[in-house]
């Protein structure tokens, strides 16, 4: 069954914005520690956010600053990744994670293209 399934990526403009949105099983939501990562063609899969169960943030000093906001709805079971002001080099396929006492689940990822 799937577990983390996320949604929301897409074409965008440089500028646009994108909500990126992951449901979760409630059998790994609580508790976890949800994160988004990025992968762009040929790099390293890297962290861009991740919000414990009781809000705590953190973000990748590449996009500090630079208006990603990650947050979670615990009543709904999702993750959100909402990404502004985006730029081409944003491009990448986005995968949604969870860590529930140090079980990793990942999902399918949702591709993001912004285009210059």
């Known amino acids: 069954q799937v577990q983390l399934a996320e949604s929301g990526g897409g074409l965008v403009q440089a500028g646009g914005s994108l909500r990126l949105s992951c449901a979760a099983s409630?059998?790994?939501?609580?508790?976890?520690?949800m994160g988004w990562y990025w992968q762009a063609p040929g790099k390293q899969r890297e962290l861009v956010a991740d919000i414990t169960s009781g809000g705590t943030t953190r973000y990748a000093d590449s996009v500090k600053g630079r208006r990603f906001t990650i947050s979670r709805d615990n009543a709904k079971n999702t993750v959100y990744l909402q990404m502004t002001s985006l730029k081409p080099e944003d491009t990448a396929v986005y995968y949604c994670n969870a860590n529930r006492y140090g079980t990793v689940y990942w999902g399918q990822g949702t591709q993001v293209t912004v285009s210059s």
């Open positions: 409630g059998s790994i939501f609580g508790g976890a520690v």
